[in-house]
């Protein structure tokens, strides 16, 4: 079964409006947590590394201001997008990896921003 | 920074066919991750690789991490038709780079019935 969660699966929302998506490791401690945006047909492009009470790294080009990462327990990290515009629809995965575990997946987040 | 050169990009083949595609870097790793993603879901890890030289299997997926540790395969045998989707290769090495896993840009695979 599932051992990172990913809720909610699809979200639409108007624009200007903030969307959070959460992030859950199931049956283990989630020592560090991506996140991560993929267009259609392409890779997965790595936003952000969340680390369990401290602030997380963003990648080069992400804004930290409009995508918000919390990752308050070793179980959950969330990810606000802030002011929503069209051209942040997308997919949005998620993945954790514990001490002695290797990365999983969420299900994904597609977003539609209307 | 660490690149994962992944081929083929896609493939064609029968049901019944084997399947084999590759990963390929310019720095080596220290765990080499197989994953495979249906439209619209996550991917899902199929395959974990931690040793130089290590072979594993999983039902009919064989993968193996290269001598070099800059590469890895994966094999499908006698495909199915729900082996359709778009296989990733991740590349990791703990202790540079904040641990973070470099992916391959997939292989996608289509099973003619």
């Known amino acids: 079964g599932a051992v990172v969660s990913q809720h909610p699966s699809r979200v639409i929302c108007k624009s200007g409006t903030s969307v959070k998506i959460e992030c859950r490791s199931l049956?283990?401690?989630?020592?560090?947590m991506f996140w991560y945006r993929q267009f259609p047909k392409q890779s997965l492009m790595l936003m952000a590394t969340?680390?369990?009470?401290?602030?997380?790294?963003?990648e080069q080009g992400v804004e930290k201001d409009k995508f918000l990462i919390n990752h308050a327990s070793l179980t959950l990290s969330t990810l606000t997008v802030t002011s929503a515009h069209p051209e942040d629809s997308s997919f949005y995965i998620c993945?954790?990896?514990?001490?002695?575990?290797?990365?999983?997946f969420g299900n994904g987040t597609r977003l539609t921003v209307t | 920074g660490q690149q994962l050169n992944q081929s083929p990009q896609s493939m064609f083949i029968q049901e019944g066919e084997d399947v084999s595609m590759n990963c390929t870097s310019s720095?080596?790793?220290?765990?080499w991750l197989w994953y495979k993603q249906d439209p619209g879901e996550g991917p899902v890890l199929l395959i974990a690789?931690?040793?130089?030289?290590e072979l594993t299997s999983n039902g009919r997926l064989t993968a193996q991490f290269g001598i070099t540790r800059k590469d890895s395969f994966l094999n499908i045998s006698a495909s199915i038709p729900s082996d359709v989707g778009i296989y990733f290769c991740?590349?990791?090495?703990?202790?540079?780079?904040?641990?973070?896993?470099?992916f391959g840009d997939g292989t996608t695979l289509t099973v003619k019935p």
């Open positions: 049956d283990f401690q989630a020592t560090t």
């Open positions: 690789l931690y040793k130089a030289g």
């Open positions: 991740a590349g990791t090495f703990s202790n540079t780079n904040a641990g973070k896993s470099t």
């Open positions: 993945s954790a990896r514990g001490f002695n575990s290797p990365l999983h």
């Open positions: 969340s680390n369990e009470g401290s602030k997380a790294t963003y």
């Open positions: 720095s080596i790793f220290n765990t």
